[in-house]
Nanobody, 115 residues
Framework: QVQLVESGGGLVQPGGSLRLSCAASGISFSMYAMGWYRQAPGKQRELVAAIGNYGDTNYIESVKGRFTISRDNAKKMVYLQMNSLKPDDTAVYYC?????????WGQGTQVTVSS
């Protein structure tokens, strides 16, 4: 059974930092591309950052220089370090694992940036 379990969300003031973690089980983790998506109220889910199985990364423009995605294949973990957070970053953040036609999602973790 595949499970992706996110943690690390919460309430943070503008300019603050959070680190999201995603623990994967039930998949050959190192073979999967991993991504963090987010969905704000009334908006479509969007890809925030992704990391390939060789460690190549990409980010949406609005988070470049502020967010960093990383992975630990031995621990089957993927992380999203989020710095200089802005109110526009408020959303539910989802972990995703993708390989070919296989696509798995976590349950999401809420990130709220507010003073």
């Amino acid at each position: 059974q595949v499970q992706l379990v996110e943690s690390g969300g919460g309430l943070v003031q503008p300019g603050g930092s959070l680190r999201l973690s995603c623990a994967a089980s039930g998949i050959s983790f190192s073979m999967y591309a991993m991504g963090w998506y987010r969905q704000a109220p009334g908006k479509q889910r969007e890809l925030v950052a992704a990391i390939g199985n060789y460690g190549d990364t990409n980010y949406i423009e609005s988070v470049k220089g502020r967010f960093t995605i990383s992975r630990d294949n031995a621990k089957k973990m993927v992380y999203l370090q989020m710095n200089s957070l802005k109110p526009d970053d408020t959303a539910v953040y989802y972990c995703n694992a993708a390989k070919g036609t296989s696509n798995f999602w976590g349950q999401g973790t809420q990130v709220t940036v507010s003073s």
